[in-house]
T-cell receptor
Framework: SQQGEEDPQALSIQEGENATMNCSYKTSINNLQWYRQNSGRGLVHLIL?????REKHSGRLRVTLDTSKKSSSLLITASRAADTASYFCATDAGTGGFKTIFGAGTRLFVKA | DVKVTQSSRYLVKRTGEKVFLECVQDMDHENMFWYRQDPGLGLRLIYF???????EKGDIPEGYSVSREKKERFSLILESASTNQTSMYLC??????????FGPGTRLTVT
């Protein structure tokens, strides 16, 4: 099974609302990353959080990491229609940075 | 500006054909990756390479091979394309332990 699993699979919100996506993983990690994918395109890296960090911010994004629960969350504040995309968490699965394992993603739809 | 390019955005091939997908990065990254993406399954790693001429199998290497003769170029080869290899193929590169940069993807259809 996949190392990273996102929850929910799909999320629909109104513009201006906050969106929260969760990710759980199974084995120890060195870092966890979040990526965005617009329909039919390649993935774009959003943020990387290392295993010794608990929270990280980038613009309207906030990522938390709880290594004791093997989980992470991505919060997008004041969402915009342009945030409509799929969001993936990815971990290095303790491979020393050689491999990254992606979850199946959360599909976010922001209604204008 | 960081760039990963893939040789084709869309490709249609017939069953049994040999297919080459090329990926080039201009960031001097050591690591390069090939994934396939299918609905509901996320990204699955086919092969990756951490140096020139080095390759490692990912989670689903069957039916695929790769070549990395130069640091900037990583090729994915379908020796004999089959319909179950119809998919979106994504190439990525990275420095070890850092974020990956993705190409735009190649949507391959095998008929």
């Amino acid at each position: 099974s996949q190392q990273g699993e996102e929850d929910p699979q799909a999320l629909s919100i109104q513009e201006g609302e906050n969106a929260t996506m969760n990710c759980s993983y199974k084995t120890s990690i060195n870092n966890l990353q979040w990526y965005r994918q617009n329909s039919g395109r390649g993935l774009v890296h959003l943020i990387l959080i290392r295993s010794n960090e608990r929270e990280k911010h980038s613009g309207r994004l906030r990522v938390t990491l709880d290594t004791s629960k093997k989980s992470s969350s991505l919060l997008i504040t004041a969402s915009r229609a342009a945030d409509t995309a799929s969001y993936f968490c990815a971990t290095d699965a303790g491979t020393g940075g050689f491999k990254t394992i992606f979850g199946a993603g959360t599909r976010l739809f922001v209604k204008a | 500006d960081v760039k990963v390019t893939q040789s084709s955005r869309y490709l249609v091939k017939r069953t049994g054909e040999k297919v080459f997908l090329e990926c080039v990065q201009d960031m001097d990254h050591e690591n390069m990756f090939w994934y396939r993406q299918d609905p509901g399954l996320g990204l699955r790693l086919i092969y990756f390479s951490y140096d020139v001429k080095m390759k490692e199998k990912g989670d689903i290497p069957e039916g695929y091979s790769v070549s990395r003769e130069k640091k900037e170029r990583f090729s994915l080869i379908l020796e004999s394309a089959s319909t179950n290899q119809t998919s979106m193929y994504l190439c990525a590169s990275s420095h070890r332990g850092h974020e990956q940069y993705f190409g735009p993807g190649t949507r391959l259809t095998v008929t």
